[in-house]
């Protein structure tokens, strides 16, 4: 199995920081990385596909890149509204794997 | 409005049964795979199940693997997932989800609730 190992587990930051997430897997899965947002207590919501394409409805201030084993999900200019966890999900090979999550809160 | 909804979620004994059910509305449930993800309380998200588009091809997590089986109805627009032999760490909030292509979750049931426990 792929593992996805997300970092930081969390993280705390103030209104306008920019915010970034690393997401590595343990073996090259090219560009098949996806990133979810998940706001306590609902279903998480796709944000960004093949690493760095936004969802349609996205904020641009979401963003993605990487590929490989390496990836970088950011938030430009955090918004009260992005209080959230996020996960990679990992979509190259079966069994599909997310990471860990990233808890993001407001300094 | 696009829209998944579970239903069939409860508490069961271990070693029990469970069917859970998903209704699909505003869209062509027949063109699309779709999936089971599960999320243990308080835990991440854990992917379970897929089927193909006309409910012929079908994979597993091995942790359920020849426990749980998912099946679709498409004159119903309807997913299911019968789950046998359940264990404690089959609770779980269970989301039923739409597959865009490639195995990107673009549309996610509210989830349902599965309790095992004695």
């Known amino acids: 199995d792929i593992q996805m190992t997300q970092s930081p587990s969390s993280l705390s930051a103030s209104a306008g920081d920019s915010v970034t997430i690393t997401c590595q897997a343990s073996q090259d899965i090219n560009n098949y990385l996806n990133w979810y947002q998940q706001k306590p207590g609902k279903a998480p919501k796709l944000l960004i596909l093949r690493a760095s394409t936004l969802e349609t409805g996205v904020p641009s201030r979401f963003s993605g890149s990487g590929s490989g084993t390496d990836f970088t999900f950011t938030i430009s200019g955090l918004q009260p509204e992005d209080i959230a966890t996020y996960y990679c999900?990992?979509?190259?090979?079966?069994?599909?794997?997310f990471g860990g999550g990233t808890r993001v809160e407001l300094k | 409005e696009v829209q998944l909804v579970e239903s069939g979620g409860g508490l069961v004994q271990p070693g029990g049964s469970l069917k859970l059910s998903c209704a699909a509305s505003g869209f062509t449930f027949s063109n699309y795979w779709m999936h089971w993800v599960r999320q243990g309380p308080g835990k991440g998200l854990v992917w379970v199940s897929r089927?193909?588009?006309?409910?012929?091809?079908?994979h597993y997590a091995d942790s359920v693997k020849g426990r749980f089986t998912i099946s679709r109805d498409n004159a119903k627009k309807t997913l299911y997932l019968q789950m046998n032999s359940l264990r404690a760490e089959d609770t779980a909030v269970y989301y039923c989800?739409?597959?865009?292509?490639?195995?990107?979750?673009?549309?996610w049931g509210q989830g349902t609730k599965v309790t095992v426990s004695s």
């Open positions: 989800v739409r597959d865009q292509g490639g195995d990107a979750f673009d549309i």
């Open positions: 999900q990992q979509c190259d090979n079966l069994p599909l794997t």
């Open positions: 089927v193909n588009s006309d409910g012929a091809w079908t």
